[in-house]
């Protein structure tokens, strides 16, 4: 057996490379990175073979000393910190000392940097982690650091590398991720000598834009809350705008971008009852907090981090996001709608085409036998408008006096009817027709404006100022009921629990045992009690009323695991809420069911008022807009 011996200075740095240097995007981000430390407010980019033949980084920041320059390529050497209390409250992006040591070992790295009070740049020359000597050069002020032929040196890692182009986007999503942390620096990128994106000091909101394209910026809604020495600011986009498994999930902790579970936790937790269970959100978060309540010293690559308090960052982003979703409603923002061409394109649905019309949620599926897959019913056509029985003169009657009420303007506002509930009849007034005219004239439309008819039984048909609204009755009845009951349940305060005859006791892993241990007392919260037996072991006494024929066992592994994990559980509001989902979706009108004008309007001013209400508690849309510019486009009109 060999005896100890220390490892010599140039296999260290491989070593260290091999955590911090997995590919040329890697190499980019810790080279950007050390320029916004250096309060560079402009940083040009050039790569060449996707990064693999060269990386280009200038910056206009404020530069090395000369004589500091081998220092900048050596190990655990940094101007960052000087002792643990500075590695406990890092501010910086870079603090470790490794990375330029780690390409400069890898790659024939060229530094170049130039101070305010220097009459020339200084620069210096690694091949192989072998500094050369320190030497003058012509260069603006700032840092130009120049890498090329990375892992020239180690061709088994270079066969590790994917193809140019593949590496290439892993450096632009990598750059990305940069530019939208820090808005107020300019970008630029250049790919084989060709610009790709230059983007200049901007907004948050004109740089989101500008990364994540105009349509996720009309979709979207802003975050900004703050909870103590916490804040969290962003973008977020509207539930109906989706783009299947997106990719556009943006997480920054003190403008650092990392992967936290439990932020994403928080954030998909938010989105459970207004997105199809198929597609995921698109947003850009960014969460400020003392540096000391978060360890960015857990991985070489700095995107693993550790809360100290995980639970109040779980609780800030969860009631901050769904405060903002509770908004989606037609009062509040317009319904954006891509998730159904979404949904096609994934389940490899065709596009409904005339001789093949689209069926609706309501109605019932069959299963494909070869892939076991839900496929949509065959399509059933509801009776046509001619064999439906027109409205009666006391229907008609009421909803012009309807429409006479609502155009009034008292000084109390008598409350709405009920959704589905009968109104009395009125005597019509005389010259009924002339005074609604003007009455219609002054008044404010809403914001669905009122129903002017219901098409084939499963759409109601509104006019606003000026567009056309088309509203999925189900759809729209089945998010109104269910926030209704959703609020019955919230007012009773904490929920009720039902007793077990006979306790269940089920086997317990270690982090279940010790989830127990430390959040014993928040479990009863949720009508749910649970006691230790032995060590390996846990009995289940009693749990939520509405959940008591469900898998017990399996339902407190679940909130056991997610306290583990988040510090705190939404299992069992989770399944409650799947449980008044259905109960809504079974109460509420269903295809098909012919509805009066006031019902209509009625289930409208609804919508107004209820949480959501822009989609459906299945994420689906409940109602779309035609603008009078779009009907005119269809028809050519002015053309």
Sequence with gaps: MMRIAPLPDHLINQIAAGEVVERPANALKEIVENSLDAQADKISVELEAGGIKLIRVTDNGSGIHAEDLPLALSRHATSKIVSLADLEKVCSMGFRGEGLASIASVSRLTLTSRRPDAGHAGEIRAQDGKLGNIGAAAHPLGTTVEVADLFFNTPARRKFLKSESTEYAHCATMLERLALAHPQVAFSLKHNGKSIFDYPAQSLAERVAAIMGPEFAAASLPIDSGAGAMRLTGIIAKPTFAKGKSNQQYCFVNRRFVRDKVMLHAVKQAYRDVLHQALTPAFVLFLELPPENVDVNVHPTKTEIRFRDSQAVHQLIFHTLDKALSATRADQTESVNNAGEVLHQMLGIDAPSPSHPPSVSDRPTQTDNNSGRQAPAAYTPAARASQQRALSLRESQAALDTYAKLYQQPAEPDPLPAFGSSLPPVAAPSGLDDEL??????????????????????????????????????????????EKMKQQRETAGRLASQPLLIAVSFTASHEEMAALADHGDKLTEFGLDLSPLGENSIAIRAVPAMLAKSDVVELARSILQEFAQAGGSQTITALENQILATMACHGSVRAGRRLTLPEMNALLRDMENTPRSNQCNHGRPTWVKLTLQQLDALFLRGQ
Aim: charged share 15%.
């Design 437 to 482: 005219a003007g009455q219609i004239a002054a008044a404010e439309t809403p914001p669905l404006g009122f129903a002017i008819a219901q098409l084939l039984g499963i759409y109601i048909l509104a006019q606003a100022e000026d567009s056309l609204l088309l509203v999925d009755m189900h759809a729209a009845a089945e998010r109104v009921n269910y």
